[in-house]
């Protein structure tokens, strides 16, 4: 089969590689038809090379029909169309029990210290092989994967497996009450949905903050009230507070992370890293705080006192400082962690319809050949050509 696979910092190939094949009687093999690029995918492409090998198959957004099953699986069949969710999770453990998918503990990469496997993400993360790829194993075929039904397009329903539940999530967490105001920092894929999704639970404000154009005028058609960072940057909580009666908003969502603007410090420590041997890396990277910490101390600053911030964005440092005596003093309440995919699927599968309250059907900006997926990645990382989300075809 065909498949994207990483062969260096900046450098994904599609190489013609071994199909999967069943290997556990709860497997499942699906043909994949739709699979996205995510932010996170950017993280490999750019930070955590140290943790990936050449070859490995990445993307943990995919969706298909099933093409064959293990003969203890009953939940589905061959020619079913399924969503899989980037947590590799079991759904019968203590952790699948609490909701909390993404800490499966049947899944949990244990020598690494780190939650459940996730499908396409390094040797952190259980170093399973990722769906951006004509075929993808799927391990606990009756209970992972998310089967939808035939007839709309793809983009309907692939944002399951990832997008829909991270931002959902977000805002969750955010805890944002009837009527209140929300800043979203970050309007890529994950910040423009939760924002969406914000609007759709009844938040009565929410503020989108970027310095793309194109991501601040699409979350603008969409009903957010949005500020350019290019123009606010050293006055951002001013011009917050000026729309919150001075005090700021209710909540802050960070779906930017590690990958903020206006870290240089940290932007010079993810290069050096870049550039050390991976053995090296590895432990720079988990005894050294080097995160680009921009957007997460923005948050402190806006939001109001004893309010909520939500964390989306992926973050990779081990010891990052962090403002402890401002955040005790506003009282500031802290979520955050990967999106527990399955948790909240029967909130969103009803609001996957003809009526289309969410934007789904057209969210994606680029839809693409699988074969074209290095140029898509370095456009992505460029935010250029208007590229916001991108689905790969195999």
Request: some cysteine; aromatic content about 6%.
């Amino acid at each position: 089969m065909r498949a994207l696979t990483y062969q260096g910092k900046r450098n994904v190939q599609v190489e013609t590689v071994p199909d999967p094949r069943i290997q556990d009687p709860t497997d499942i093999i699906v043909k994949i038809t739709s699979t996205g690029i995510c932010g996170s995918d950017l993280h490999l492409y750019e930070v955590l090379g140290p943790y990936l090998d050449p070859g490995d198959i990445l993307g943990h957004e995919p969706m298909g029909v099933v093409e064959e099953v293990g003969r203890e699986v009953t939940a589905v069949a061959p020619g079913d169309r399924v969503v899989v969710p980037f947590n590799v999770s079991c759904g019968h453990c203590y952790m699948c029990g609490q909701g909390l998918h993404s800490q499966c503990e049947t899944t949990q990469v244990r020598e690494r210290g780190t939650g459940a496997s996730l499908f396409g993400y390094t040797k952190l993360y259980g170093q399973v092989p990722g769906g951006q790829a004509e075929y993808l194993r799927v391990p606990f075929g009756n209970d992972l994967p998310i089967k939808v039904p035939h007839g709309p397009s793809d983009d309907r329903f692939v944002y399951l497996s990832d997008v829909l539940p991270t931002a959902w999530q977000a805002v969750e967490y955010a805890a944002v009450p009837p009527g209140g105001s929300v800043t979203v920092l970050g309007l890529g894929p994950i910040g423009a949905m939760a924002a969406r999704i914000a609007l759709h639970r009844g938040a009565g404000l929410v503020i989108g903050v970027d310095l793309v154009p194109e991501r601040l005028d699409r979350a603008r058609r969409h009903g957010a009230t949005c500020l350019d960072l290019r123009r606010h940057d050293k006055n951002l909580g001013d011009a917050v507070r000026d729309l919150t009666e001075g005090r700021g908003t209710d909540a802050v969502i960070d779906a930017v992370g590690m990958e903020a603007h206006g870290s240089p410090v940290a932007k010079a420590a993810h290069t050096v890293v870049g550039l050390l041997p991976d053995a090296i890396a590895q432990r720079m990277m988990e005894t050294a705080g080097i995160d680009r910490l921009a957007a997460l101390h923005t948050a402190i600053g806006l939001v109001r006192r004893g309010g909520t911030i939500s964390v989306s964005g992926v973050y990779g440092g081990a010891a990052d400082p962090m403002p402890l005596l401002t955040m005790f003093d506003k009282q500031i309440q802290l979520r955050m962690g990967q999106a527990n995919v399955k948790r909240w699927v029967d909130d969103l599968l009803p609001l996957l319809t003809d009526d289309d309250p969410l934007g789904v059907d057209s969210f994606a900006t680029h839809h693409l050949p699988l074969e074209d997926g290095p140029r898509a990645y370095e456009t992505f990382r460029n935010k250029a050509d208007g590229m916001i989300k991108t689905l790969l075809i195999p």
